[in-house]
């Protein structure tokens, strides 16, 4: 693919009403699929080591994206984007900076309201993020620092107590939180965000203390 368009009529009724907004959004560039050119732009890709990452503002859009990026991983930019520029959701920031921590923090959170339509959409990804949270889990497990450990245990348990309740790796990370005195207050968060009794900030809070991240200056903003 070379644009976001061509998902349109090809997937159903719910990738349509999705795509077509973001599509309507950015007018008649529609949101190009490309692979980055620039040093610098390769060198941003060669660190998230993602399928496809969404390079965004209000404007203007891209998506870069492998040569074998399936449509569910170019359905799930087009998620992000209509979360920020459709729906006007916020995202986290501290001081009005975004350090590594909150970037990927940010992505996960957005992921726990995104990924379950993903999973309907696109059942055939299941695979993927099944691979993914079970890697984040092995590669945690041998983490040295008590605090970026209880960081991304929790991460983790959010992600796969969410897509998959019934997992090895949602019951691995359960047990990790237990034996930290931290499952209580972290699946109230994560069962009060999904429900919208509360923030995407109060879950923020409630990850990054178990994590020990200080939390002066940290807010939400709009996404420009």
Do not use: C
């Not at 459709?86 to 990927?104: C, F, R, S, T």
């Not at 590669?139 to 998959?164: C, I, V, W």
């Amino acid at each position: 693919m070379r644009n976001l368009s061509e998902l349109i009529g090809k997937f159903g009724k719910e990738v349509d009403e999705l795509v077509q907004p973001v599509l309507d959004h950015y007018g008649p560039r529609g949101v190009p699929i490309v692979r980055p050119q620039r040093q610098r732009d390769r060198k941003i890709w060669e660190e998230y080591r993602k399928l496809a990452l969404v390079i965004h503002d209000r404007s203007r859009a891209d998506i870069w994206a492998r040569a074998d990026a399936s449509p569910s991983t170019i359905f799930h930019e087009a998620q992000h984007l209509h979360r920020y520029h459709i729906d006007g959701v916020k995202e986290l920031h501290q001081h009005e900076q975004k350090p590594k921590v909150l970037i990927g923090l940010e992505n996960d959170l957005e992921h726990l309201i995104i990924v379950p339509q993903l999973l309907t959409v696109f059942p055939d990804s299941r695979a993927y993020w099944e691979a993914d949270i079970d890697k984040s889990v092995n590669d945690t497990a041998n983490e040295q620092h008590p605090g970026a450990k209880r960081l991304n245990m929790t991460k983790a348990y959010l992600l796969s107590r969410t897509f998959f309740a019934d997992s090895g790796a949602a019951r691995t990370t359960e047990a990790f939180l237990r034996h930290e005195g931290l499952y209580d207050q972290i699946e109230m968060a994560r069962s009060d965000y999904l429900d919208g009794r509360s923030s995407k900030l109060d879950l923020a809070k409630a990850v990054l203390t178990a994590g020990q991240w200080p939390l002066h200056g940290l807010g939400l903003q709009a996404v420009d």
